[in-house]
């Protein structure tokens, strides 16, 4: 179950000797500044407890996989015109490296005057932040697609879908899988950030109200929410790529 | 004589592209020559005398400039389509997907041909058990080594059951005493299974182990020398043979009575 979870020894250890500093400082400090760690786990809870509060967690969850399967799809779009249109990348490259440079913060004021509505300012910006890196990900996974395999593959006169069915898709995935994981860290971050400005719910909200309280403990739950989703969705992607990729999970085990 | 199952008639290739170097240079030219079933034919020539243009036009993946290529009547490259599980090809280098074990690499070419699960896994368990693979059916390429690889290859290409196996340089990268074995088993195969074969060397001396006949190439892929094995009945004729093939793939001798400048 542990190795499952990717909890091994050295990280409950890290993660214990954490969690003892701070409860050390909550000693030291006011609790506005460091508040005890038991504070921290119930406010955790309670958001659990809550519907309402769950919602919000559930939102922001909800707009971070949407920003980025909507990333993921225009972004495979775009890397498979330029790799097939060489005219069509070097228009397009430009654009997205320069689109890499531009901050998040940008992002968010750009599209509180260009859109009304709530959820599509948040999608509109989870998008535009990852979008690039997905694309040149996916265009790279794509590039890697060995000249020597598709001779081969070739020679036995594949359908076109047979090709992508065992050529194709088989070479991108192990690309694909690390798009996503780099890309959801990517997005909680500017999630929190989109919502904190732009949005009424979710968790980027609750932590503006928590501030506005003064609330540490509420502050940090919320945090901890968000950490806890990333590693529980890297985790899972983590999963597949062992299922999906068993024969790189030998080689490197050697067998 | 019986009626050829691969034809050349004045064949040219020539490359257009960016490559200044390549572009607007005949790779082949004006080559003729016909293949008989079940004969295996050696094609040898030095690197960069237009065999591995030779064998792409062969397996339908370029087209001809000018000029007709016929495998059983129909062009390779046109009927594309038609020629799946007719030709097979095995490359130089293994090619095997690193992310298939053994058995199902040497199942990929009747999986793309339609065959039910059972039916290629069974097939392609059988071939790797004649290739002396018993036990190594769910390794992945990796845990196999250069020599089992090539027969995992040779497995997959004899597995779709062709009528015509085309082979390039596929012994070249590994050692003398491999690829020795591997020769034999091959030629045994090809004989076994009554396929027409076009084999691609470099080396003089796998050419006379392998071909009934031998094509020696010189640039621009036209065949300089023709010569048939079964005339060397001994070791000094076949050292002779081997003499005049080297003397007219290094151009010390350019013209001999082969000579077909077709």
Known sequence: MLRHLSLNKETIIAMAALALAWQLASMLFPPFLFPPVPAIVEQFFNIFRSESLLLNAVATLARILGGLVGAFALGTMLALVMAKWEKAHRHLYPVLHFNQGIPALSWVVISIIWFRNTEFRIWFIMVATTLPAFTFQILDAYRSISKDLLEMSLSFRPSRYDLFRTLILPTVVPGILTAWKVNLGNASRVVVVAELVGATSGIGYQLLLMQQLFNMAGALAWTLMLVLFVLVVQRLITLIEDHVLTYRAAAERGI | ???????????????????????????????????????????????????????????????????????????????????????????????????RSAVRNVA???????????????????????????????????????????????????????????????????????????????????????????????????????????????????????????????????????????????????????????
Not at chain 2, 12 to 26: E, I, L, N, P, V
Not at chain 2, 116 to 142: C, F, I, T
Not at chain 2, 199 to 211: K, P, Y
Request: proline fraction near 4%; aromatic fraction near 8%; hydrophobic fraction near 40%.
């Open chain 2, 1 to 99: 004589m019986s009626e050829p199952i691969i034809s050349f008639r004045q064949v040219s290739k020539c490359f257009t592209g960016k490559d200044a170097r390549a572009a607007g240079q005949f790779a082949v030219k004006d080559l003729s020559f016909d293949v008989t079933a079940g004969e295996l034919v050696a094609v040898v020539g030095k690197t960069g005398c237009g065999k591995s243009t030779m064998f792409n036009l062969l397996a339908g993946l370029l087209a001809p400039t000018s000029g007709e290529v016929r495998v059983e009547g129909r062009d390779p490259f046109r009927d594309f389509a038609w020629f799946r599980g007719r030709i097979a090809v095995v490359f130089q280098g293994d090619r095997l997907m690193p992310w």
């Open chain 2, 108 to 262: 990929y070419g009747l999986e793309l041909h339609g065959k039910p699960k059972s039916e290629r896994l069974d097939v392609a368990r059988d071939w790797l058990h004649r290739l002396g693979l018993q036990g190594h059916e769910n390794d992945y390429p990796h845990a196999l080594s250069g020599g089992m690889r090539q027969r995992v290859s040779i497995a997959r290409a004899f597995a779709v059951n062709p009528d015509i196996l085309l082979c390039d340089e596929p012994f070249s990268a590994l050692d003398e005493l491999t690829s020795e074995g591997l020769r034999r088993e091959f030629v045994k195969l090809v004989r076994e299974n009554n396929k027409t074969s076009i084999f691609i060397t470099h080396s003089i001396n796998e050419a006379l182990q392998l071909g009934s006949r031998i094509l020696v190439f010189r640039p621009p892929a036209y065949i300089a020398l023709e010569v048939h094995t079964a005339q060397a009945t001994n070791d000094d004729e076949r050292a002779q043979l081997k003499q005049s093939i080297l003397a007219v793939m290094t151009g010390e001798a350019a013209a001999t009575d082969g000579e077909q400048r077709a």
